[in-house]
Antibody, heavy 117, light 112 residues
């Protein structure tokens, strides 16, 4: 059974940093592109970033470029999102997602990031 | 790249059929057959219901079907059941890496 379990969310002040983690199991992690998708409270979904199987390609939505960094450790079956210079508009539930052909076949349960003073 | 356009709400009675539209452009929906639909119940993670315009993943009831015409994709739910009440989101590949995928704003489906 595919499982994606996020952790690392919480309350952080504007300008602060947070690192999200996603532990993957039930599939060959190193064989898939992985993504982070977020959902602001009461709002729709927004793709944030994705990373190739070997970590050699990474892409970001404009609003987080230069502030967020996606990475992965295939030996640990883990995906990460380092978030710096956080803003109020980054407040959202962040989902870890297994991606294939622009489709998210599996989602984690999400972790809430709240940016507030 | 703008978000795809979905109606904010849709409704139907049990047993009826309802169709939700998702309108994009020739740069996303109209240009590629990588349109997906996701169901999201309150407080839960989204769940894939349709991929590549009309493919139904294992375990998804055949009451759910997808189609596309030009720049508009559609999700049809036939034989509505109470458990179908949820938010539905469409998404499309954009042919670009920024953004890689664009989502619709979501449609709240109410089973009357």
């Amino acid at each position: 059974e595919v499982q994606l379990v996020e952790s690392g969310g919480g309350l952080v002040q504007p300008g602060g940093s947070l690192r999200l983690s996603c532990a993957a199991s039930g599939f060959t992690f190193s064989s898939y592109w992985m993504s982070w998708v977020r959902q602001a409270p009461g709002k729709g979904l927004e793709w944030v970033a994705n990373i190739k199987q070997d970590g050699g390609e990474k892409y970001y939505v404009d609003s987080v470029k230069g502030r967020f960094t996606i990475s992965r450790d295939n030996a640990k079956n883990s995906l990460y999102l380092q978030m710096n210079s956080l803003r109020a508009e980054d407040t959202a539930v962040y989902y870890c997602a297994r991606t294939l052909m622009a489709t998210i076949h599996y989602w984690g349960q999400g972790t809430l990031v709240t940016v507030s003073s | 790249q703008s978000a795809l356009t979905q109606p904010p709400s849709a409704s139907g009675s049990p047993g009826q059929s309802v169709t939700i539209s998702c309108t994009g452009t020739s740069s996303d929906v109209g240009g590629y057959n990588y349109v997906s639909w996701y169901q999201q119940h309150p407080g839960k993670a989204p769940k894939l219901m349709i991929s590549e315009v009309s493919k139904r993943p294992s375990g998804v009831p055949d009451r759910f079907s997808g189609s596309k015409s030009g720049n508009t994709a559609s999700l049809t739910v036939s034989g509505l059941q109470a458990e179908d009440e949820a938010d539905y989101y469409c998404s499309s590949y954009t042919g670009s890496n920024n953004p890689y995928v664009v989502f619709g704003g979501g449609t709240k489906l109410t089973v009357l």
